[in-house]
């Protein structure tokens, strides 16, 4: 199983605010790191003596305690390390001095880590930036490029779940557009686009060369339900959401085999766009916010060749 992600035409913003992010982040990277390399390599700001922070006169008891204690890990596991050989025996001045010394060393420390968590986000956004793109300039363009587009489907061979459907061939749809489309009540992209394609159904069913073939599929990899069971289950759901809308099986998976056959996967939710010859004209695997808008564009588009 699975499923595209994609956005509509409000996706082109959210990329486009992402980007802008990414570009921030990349510069905040930048500007901290350079911070922390100039205080790791020069030290602390200017006025700020080094010695400022570390105790002195270790050889008293005393100092020799603070010292040791000074060793020890703090904050979360940042050490800071104090020579020996001086003392905290400085006046109030000296003292503040190391207490700014100490927390700009533990800042910078901790800039070091929100810099290589932007970065990684950074390198997370460009693995995925495709995902990101407007559906006009993405899901549209992978719809025609998929390897089945142009071939002619071997078999379809469907039963109906519905009350009012019948049993359906590939020699019963001569001449007409036809969307099939593969979907499962345990699959969530599924349900997000089953209400838009009923009402896609609904305003596309008076016409006469126009067919739309919802074919329920059980979860794969799961012990294979009956057709009683995917019936149950099937009617159910679509009852459960109030949609009327016709359901078919694909007994055997014979119709999904032969979808393979031509290079299509077993994903989930996966439309297929056939002329009147039976010729995939265009595959749309996944869902997207804006995917069935395009369905429909392309549909018309056909009936009206």
């Given amino acids: 199983m699975g499923a595209a992600v994609g956005t509509g035409k409000p996706g082109a913003w959210a990329a486009a605010f992402s980007r802008h992010m990414v570009s921030a982040g990349e510069e905040c990277v930048l500007g901290v790191c350079f911070f922390a390399y100039n205080y790791r390599m020069v030290g602390p700001p200017r006025g700020l003596p080094r010695d400022a922070h570390a105790p002195k006169n270790s050889h008293t008891p005393q100092g020799a305690d603070q010292t040791k204690r000074s060793n020890q890990p703090h904050c ?13 025996s400085q006046g109030p001045q000296a003292q503040a001095a190391a207490r700014r010394a100490a927390l700009l060393s533990t800042l910078a420390g901790f800039a070091i880590l929100v810099a290589v968590a932007v970065a990684a986000g950074a390198l997370m956004f460009r693995a995925l930036g495709p995902a990101l793109e407007p ?40 001449g007409k557009v036809v969307l099939l489309n593969f979907w499962g009540t345990w699959c969530p992209p599924c349900r997000a686009e089953i209400p838009e394609l009923a009402e896609l159904y609904h305003r596309m069913a008076g016409h006469p060369r126009f067919a739309m073939l919802p074919v329920s599929c059980g979860p ?12 149950e289950h099937t009617l159910a759901f679509l009852s459960s959401k109030q949609l009327a809308l016709p359901a078919y099986a694909d007994p055997g998976g014979t119709t999904r085999a032969a979808f393979r056959q031509l290079g299509g996967r077993s994903v989930f939710p996966t439309t297929v766009l056939l002329d009147g010859q039976g010729i995939v004209r265009a595959v749309w695997v996944g ?15 056909l009936l009206a060749e």
Avoid: N
């Fill in 76 to 88: 979360g596991g940042c050490t800071m390390s104090f020579p020996s050989g001086e003392s905290s």
């Fill in 135 to 174: 559906l006009e300039e993405s899901q549209a363009s992978r719809a025609e490029g998929h390897p089945a587009v142009g071939q002619r489907l071997p078999v379809l061979e469907l039963e109906a779940l519905t009350d009012g459907s019948q049993r359906v061939t590939l020699a019963d749809l001569s």
């Fill in 220 to 231: 794969a990899g799961a012990e294979a339900e009956t057709l009683e069971e995917l019936k």
């Fill in 287 to 301: 869902y997207a916010p804006g995917v069935v808008e395009e369905i429909e564009r392309r549909v018309a588009s």
